[in-house]
């Protein structure tokens, strides 16, 4: 990409940031909410891959690195520019995708636990969990997936530094696993729930 090129996606990308969202006759200040509205990543080969935040999305497709497959309904307005918001994109170059792509953190564990208290079984949002090592730091456990889980305070100030077995009204809901290609696929087809454009690329 030349620099007149490349001058010209950044100065779209900060535009489309400071956009203005309109649906209808209504339109209000583009919020973080809005720009971290989950949108599905396909493949070259149009396989599911992936899930981001719109505003990721959105860059790849100005970058011309992925194109939209589906549009959200929502448009995007910024002085000159006028784009769709999207709800599925596709790479427009094959990518290898190992077994394991997930890094081991707490948003990834928190989105493998889909926001539940592995104890208790509420769901809430994720500012409001912590981790929780099943085998405490202090007994010897590691940073692990099959090691950490999702915990409201409650529940992780009542284990605090005790083992599992120590404990007599508390147990987990079930055995933590590593982040897999199976459960990835699982968790895109429970955010792609509320949006029918996801179906035909999940395989409901």
């Known amino acids: 990409m030349s620099l007149g090129k490349a001058m010209i996606h950044a100065r779209k990308q900060k535009s489309l940031a400071r956009a203005a969202v309109h649906v209808g006759e209504q339109s209000w200040t583009q919020s973080n909410q809005v720009m ?16 981001c935040g719109a505003r990721r999305a959105l860059v790849l497709v100005l970058k011309g690195v992925a194109k939209t497959e ?3 309904g929502l448009m995007l307005h910024a002085q000159r520019n006028r784009m769709a918001m999207p709800s599925v994109i596709r790479l427009l170059e094959y990518r290898r995708i190992p077994h394991q792509t997930r890094a081991l953190s707490r948003k990834n564990i928190l989105l493998r636990d ?4 592995q104890y208790c079984s509420v769901v809430l949002p994720p500012g409001e969990l912590t981790l929780d090592h099943v ?3 202090s007994r010897g456990g590691n940073s692990t997936w099959e090691n950490l889980v999702a915990c409201c305070h409650s529940c ?3 284990k605090g530094n005790r083992l599992l077995s120590e404990l007599t009204d508390m147990q987990l809901q079930k055995e933590p696993r590593s982040f897999s290609l199976h459960t990835s696929r699982q968790i895109m087809r429970m955010l792609g729930r509320g949006d029918d454009r996801w179906r035909k690329y999940l395989f409901y």
């Open 156 to 158: 992780n100030r009542r």
């Open 114 to 117: 889909r926001n539940t208290c």
């Open 70 to 72: 589906e549009e959200h």
């Open 135 to 137: 085998i405490p730091r």
């Open 36 to 51: 971290q509205m989950p949108v599905l990543v396909l493949n070259a080969s149009y396989e599911p891959i992936n899930i």
